[in-house]
């Protein structure tokens, strides 16, 4: 992965939940009530750095946040203000959008001046809405102020939350309100300490699954079958590769060599999808003396569908001369256009040549299947990455990425909030502009897009 700005980064936290979109909250109000002042308030100043990042507009800026061990993000929005004219109108209309993708709004009034004639406007924006609303009275930075928020109640929404976001008076309670009305996040099973990570090792018959087995349970240490705190199904085996343990999943079959036998191809297709759906990485076997066949491109589609990392062993390079290494060259640019992504490793079952780059192989397409790119810096680049190359217009009109996040890992997903459908070339194109930018060497990813309603 390419260098981040030092300060985007979110330290990695095992306690949050990595699975399931993550929540939109937009803050709301009036220029100069404090919004900013939250914001930051709210993520600890932490990314506070992308305002000055040219070509980054500070009116829609998202930001990662958590608080009790979730993660949402927050939109920032400029100052709304009704009847507004050019670019107080442009910043008034970010905001409405920023209202519409968002799953909570806050919005936020100034409790000194109290409920204005503005503020009135909008909160009939946020009727239409019809999106969750929590409003903040700010600047209730002692116990008369807080008093006074009671008079918001005239609003109409609920309940004001009297803050200080300039001295962190109550933010806390805030948060755990804002919270409370996000969606409910999907159940997370905590697996507690992790165990050996799990590795199918896949390929059409003959590729040598069973050769490279033996001969990394012979020339690294010997297979164990109860490592410690572990528990092993006996279909798979524990393999030592470079100083870690690495669980092959379901290779009852591999070593019994039972798979030649028991013949068809769909059973063949069978066991690879469930060795799959076991593991979190896969190895897929090919043969470099023999031209990539269909059956290997069925196993590399089964692999990318499931969404898991992915290996490319050329297996038997003993066997590789100059000549075919020319061919095998093309065919790889031919064959394997689909997936340039994935990490590629030549070995040999039979010599032992290689085989000991296959753990950091491995470990490669993991860490990228787990990468998580902080929603700052994700949204810098496709602005700027938007700007420089917008969708093409479509019936008189261009949809825009209104921003995006990372809704999760292992594979990463993507969810780009647009103001319509965008064409399947123009989202190639952005995965392949973010894999040049972020990496994700060995690992799918998803982009899906969500446009505004
Ligand atoms: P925005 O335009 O809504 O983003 O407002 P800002 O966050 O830029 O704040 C506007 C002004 O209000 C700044 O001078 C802040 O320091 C001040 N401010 C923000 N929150 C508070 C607060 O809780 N108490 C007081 N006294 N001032 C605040
Ligand atoms: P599987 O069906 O994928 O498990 O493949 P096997 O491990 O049974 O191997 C099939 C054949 O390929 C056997 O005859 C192996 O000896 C041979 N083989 C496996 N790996 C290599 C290799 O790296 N080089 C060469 N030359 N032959 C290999």
Do not use: C
């Not at 400029?78 to 507004?84: Q, R, S, Y």
């Not at 600047?139 to 109640?153: G, I, P, T």
């Amino acid at each position: 992965m390419s260098e981040l700005p030092v300060g985007l980064d979110i330290p990695d936290n095992p306690d949050l939940s990595s699975a399931g979109p993550v929540p939109v909250v937009a803050v709301v109000g009036r220029p100069n009530v404090g919004k900013s002042t939250l914001v930051n308030r709210i993520i600890g100043r932490r990314q506070a750095v992308v305002e000055d990042v040219p070509g980054v507009t500070r009116d829609r800026v998202p930001y990662d946040a958590q608080w009790n061990g979730r993660r949402f993000t927050v939109v920032d929005t400029g100052g709304w203000e009704p009847d507004a004219r050019d670019r107080a109108a442009a910043i008034a209309a970010q905001a409405e959008i920023a209202v519409q993708t968002a799953d909570v709004v806050v919005f936020v009034v100034d409790v000194t001046v109290g409920a204005t004639d503005v503020d009135e406007a909008a909160v009939k924006m946020l009727r239409r809405s019809h999106k969750p609303v929590i409003l903040v009275a700010n600047k209730a930075d002692n116990q008369n102020l807080e008093m006074e928020a009671v008079s918001l109640w005239s609003l109409g929404l609920g309940e004001p939350h009297p803050i200080s976001a300039l001295h962190g008076r109550s933010s806390g309670d805030l948060l755990d309100d804002i919270l409370a009305a996000l969606p409910e996040p999907p159940l997370i099973v905590e697996d507690g300490p992790r165990g050996p990570r799990r590795v199918a090792l896949v390929g059409r018959p003959n590729v040598g699954k069973s050769s490279l087995l033996n001969k990394l349970s012979k020339e690294e240490r010997a297979v164990v079958d109860s490592a410690a705190g572990t528990t092993v199904d006996p279909v798979d085996s524990l393999v030592e590769m470079d100083g870690e343990i690495w669980q092959f999943v379901d290779t009852a079959g591999l070593r019994k060599r039972v798979n030649q036998a028991s013949g068809t191809e769909y059973y063949a297709s069978l066991r690879t999808a469930g060795a799959v759906e076991a593991a979190e990485v896969a190895v897929v076997l090919l043969d470099a003396g023999e031209v990539i066949s269909e059956q290997d491109q069925r196993v590399l589609t089964q692999v990318v569908e499931a969404g898991r990392a992915l290996v490319i062993a050329f297996n038997k390079w003993d066997l590789v001369d100059a000549d075919r290494r020319f061919y095998l060259d093309k065919e790889i640019d031919r064959e394997l256009k689909r997936i340039p992504w994935a990490v590629r490793v030549n070995i040999s079952a039979k010599t032992g040549r290689a085989v000991d780059k296959l753990a950091p192989a491995i470990r490669k397409a993991l860490a990228s299947w787990e990468q998580r790119i902080p929603t700052g810096a994700l949204n810098q680049w496709l602005t700027a990455l938007t700007q420089a190359t917008p969708h093409p217009v479509r019936g008189g009109r261009a949809p825009r990425i209104l921003f995006a996040t990372q809704a999760g890992v292992a594979p990463p997903r993507f969810v780009l909030f647009t103001t319509g459908p965008l064409d399947a070339g123009y989202l190639r194109f952005i995965e392949r502009k973010l894999r040049e930018e972020f990496g994700f060497e060995g690992s799918p990813i998803e982009l899906s897009v969500k446009p505004r309603k």
